[in-house]
């Protein structure tokens, strides 16, 4: 499971990121957190591998903006965290936090309008900010949310 979720991304920073840092400008954005929400941040207890895979690719996308900025490169690294979105992927999933698609597309070009490398929406940004206060308040958030 880890090789699907988080090899692409793997690929492109790191294979991309000394090269970016040289002479390209530009930005990237990945989505290190989508359903369940906040992932990323704290665990769901029902998903563990996927949490760690989005926890993995919200570190590397850290770790890939920050190199970036230290070798003095133009390239901004966005950071995307979606709630869980309704749509087919989501279907099977009973929960009040969904949001639309638009809702979500909407977030996400209104962070890249201001400029927001790391850009949460809906219950994604009450997780970030349950963490910021309380690892234990974020982790019963996702998992409330998610039902573990």
Not at 57 to 68: C, D, E, F, I, P
Not at 70 to 78: A, D, H, I, W, Y
Not at 103 to 121: I, P
Request: aromatic share 6%; charged share 20%; with cysteine.
């Amino acid at each position: 499971m880890l090789r699907p979720r988080c090899a692409s991304t793997i690929s492109l920073q790191y294979g991309s990121s000394e090269r970016w840092s040289r002479s390209w400008s530009g930005a990237t954005t990945d989505a290190s957190s989508s359903p369940p929400p906040g992932v990323a941040f704290a665990p769901d207890i029902t998903n563990p591998t996927y949490s760690a895979t989005k926890a993995a690719l919200h570190s590397l996308t850290q770790s890939a903006r920050l190199q970036l900025e230290r070798n003095g490169s133009t390239v901004k690294v966005f950071e995307f965290m979606a709630p869980l979105v309704d749509s087919p992927f989501s279907g099977g999933v009973v929960s009040d936090d969904k949001v639309s698609v638009a809702d979500a597309v909407d977030g996400l070009f209104l962070g890249l309008e201001h400029d927001d490398l790391e850009m949460q929406v809906g219950i994604t940004r009450d997780v970030y900010e349950a963490l910021r206060a309380s690892t234990d308040a974020a982790v019963r958030a996702v998992n409330a949310s998610t039902g573990g």
